[in-house]
């Protein structure tokens, strides 16, 4: 099939010198075709070569990485067929990132691989998915910052559109479920603290006061005489007052106490982004 496409495009456009008119300003210019074909039969190429690898890799995955030996074989195999073409060449180096990543789970020490071929598909084409691939094998390290993974995840996965990915949303989800877990606990007990401080704050103000004008008007003995002023009614107004202002701080406070996870889920996902986590705590 290439050899037929080249032989098309060379019978079509390859002696061909093309000329070009702005429809604007009226400029023409002229260029040559047969550089262009030759760019875009090399790009197809390296893009079957890519599609026909990342299928191999899709397929026998598991018995690929079974062993240090056949990942470090597989490796070696696609080090050596390095393609011309930018994009087919990053995808190769995330194919073997992918790789490395998954033999992680027999030798850790391939995470180190892992980050060395991702690192380089970024190189060679600046693509969202790699940055995204980069902050899962962030997520692994020891001293990860789950903050900032969760963050720039949420963030790519919002920009991203799923059907230009080389792997599922749901695939990255789910590799970045410990973290986002964990981001939501420390957002709820981050919140529940400055509540808790608030509602302590208020509390020391108002319950001596409502507790001193209930005492007050509970033993308050009204005059007897017509014309003596009765503090009654006053000390039950400021009761009322400062009892609804105690309540009104002491119901919020109470209603976050018991959010589900998943009102916390999304009040954190207000923070970093439009995009909706409703299955990761499930």
């Known amino acids: 099939m290439n050899q037929i496409a080249d032989t098309t495009n060379d019978a079509l456009y390859g002696e061909a010198d093309l000329e070009f008119t702005c429809p604007n300003c009226g400029y023409t210019w002229i260029a040559s075709g047969t550089a262009d074909s030759e760019t875009n039969n090399q790009m197809f190429k390296d893009q079957q070569a890519f599609l026909q690898a990342w299928e191999y890799l899709l397929e026998n995955i598991e018995d690929i990485t079974s062993s240090v030996e056949k990942t470090e074989a597989f490796l070696s195999e696609y080090d ?8 087919p060449n990053s995808e190769m180096c995330f194919m073997q990132a992918l790789a490395a990543y998954c033999a992680a789970d027999t030798d850790s020490r391939f995470l180190t691989v892992s980050r060395k071929y991702i690192n ?3 190189r060679l084409f600046n693509d969202k998915e790699y940055h995204l691939f980069s902050e899962v094998l962030d997520n692994k390290a020891a001293d990860k910052n789950s903050r900032s993974i969760v963050r720039n995840s949420i963030k790519l996965l919002d920009e991203i559109d799923e059907s230009s990915l080389l792997l599922s949303k749901d695939w990255y ?6 973290s986002i877990q964990e981001e939501v606990k420390r957002y709820k007990e ?3 603290g400055e509540l808790r401080s608030v509602f302590i704050g208020i509390s ?8 001193f004008l209930l005492f007050k008007w509970l033993t308050y003995e009204k005059p007897d005489s017509f014309w003596a002023f009765n503090w009654g009614p006053l000390y039950f107004c400021g009761l009322l007052v400062f009892g ?5 701080s002491f119901i919020p406070f109470f209603k976050e106490m018991y959010r589900s996870d998943a009102e916390w ?3 954190l ?3 970093y982004g439009s995009f909706k986590w409703s299955s990761l705590l499930k």
């Open 244 to 248: 609804i202002s105690y309540m009104s």
């Open 265 to 267: 889920e999304a009040l």
């Open 204 to 211: 020391f103000v108002c319950v001596p006061i409502i507790l």
């Open 173 to 178: 989800i789910n590799e970045l479920r410990a």
């Open 269 to 271: 996902s207000k923070e």
């Open 120 to 122: 380089r598909a970024i």
């Open 190 to 192: 981050e919140k529940i």
């Open 80 to 87: 050596s067929k390095s393609l011309i073409s930018p994009l």
